[in-house]
């Protein structure tokens, strides 16, 4: 075990709590800082995982939690909000991030960011643009970081393949904006074992990994999966571009979880697939599929399968 515990920041979200529970299984210490210490109740039976109330938005709190850990693990995202919320959750905080690592000498960064991101080049929503902007300021610190490029990430709780199935138990039909879009969705655990198989490999240092499943399909193929997998199928029904931007702009204003806006149009306007095959070092042999026959019990029967190979690693068989 480590001396110094990893900081995850971003550790109470969705592909954080799975991080969070292959580092533990693995006997790692994490650190991991939230506003509201009710929030991370669910990360609370972790054996070696501490959590902090803290505010990573102030300096003086962020320089204290990197001082005393031995690598950083950036997670924290946003996909809806303003310029000014984008900028702040991924150009600004990742910026004071690395400020921070450098003060400390903490070397080891790994930081999230998002399939369809490129290197130069303009990027059609300020989500990407601020996505690529916190990749640049990441590459310029001088430390020995490593950025992973998701597409779109399933798993038993996520809020993706479920919203839409929720949305499907309460419409006849669904109208849908940016219906032709592509995407390549990811298994969360998939996700969850390229972060832990490079946190301490060198040859991952100053590398970009694209992180997408084996299949890609269109959008109006996943809300049709995520309806027929829940058993509540509807009849998906492409918009024009205006009506679709008329449906995203409506949608922004509605109370509940936004299911779209503009500016997620606008992001849907880059291809949301992989250049390749997943990089060798990451792990992943068989990226895990996401199709029609295995959605729901099978993504259960996974995280179960996943939670138990973590429990036998911490109570190995004599």
Known sequence: ???????????????????????????????VPTRRRDRARHLL???????????????????????????????????HGSGADFERAHVTLP??????CRQHQVRRLLHMSALGVTDTGKMPSLYLQSKQAG?????????????????VIFGPDDRFINLFASLQR???????????????????????????NVLHNPASVGRTYELAGPDVYRLRELVALAGRIHGCQRLVIGLPDWLGRLQAAV?????????????????????????????????????????????TGSLARQQRLDHSRAGARRHPTQ
């Open 251 to 295: 949608m922004e204003v509605l109370p509940g979880p936004r299911l779209m806006s503009m500016d997620n149009l606008d992001s849907l306007r880059q291809p949301n697939v992989a250049s390749g095959p997943m990089a060798p070092e990451l792990g992943i042999t068989s990226p895990t599929r996401l199709d029609a026959a295995s959605a």
């Open 45 to 79: 039976p972790l054996p070696t995982n501490e959590i902090v109330e803290a505010d990573i938005h102030d300096d003086a709190t962020l320089h204290g939690l990197v001082a005393q850990s031995e690598a950083v693990i950036n997670l924290v995202g946003i996909l």
């Open 135 to 151: 990749e640049a300021a990441v590459r310029a610190s001088g430390l020995d970081w490593t950025i992973f490029r998701p597409s």
């Open 95 to 100: 910026t004071r991030i690395v400020d921070a």
């Open 170 to 196: 309460f419409v006849p039909l669904v109208p849908l904006a940016g219906a032709d879009a592509r995407l390549q969705p990811v298994y969360i655990g998939d996700v969850t074992s390229a972060f832990v």
């Open 1 to 31: 075990m480590t001396t110094k515990p990893i900081l995850v920041l971003g550790g109470t979200g969705f592909v954080g709590r799975h991080i969070l529970a292959r580092l533990n299984s693995l006997q790692l210490r994490t650190l």
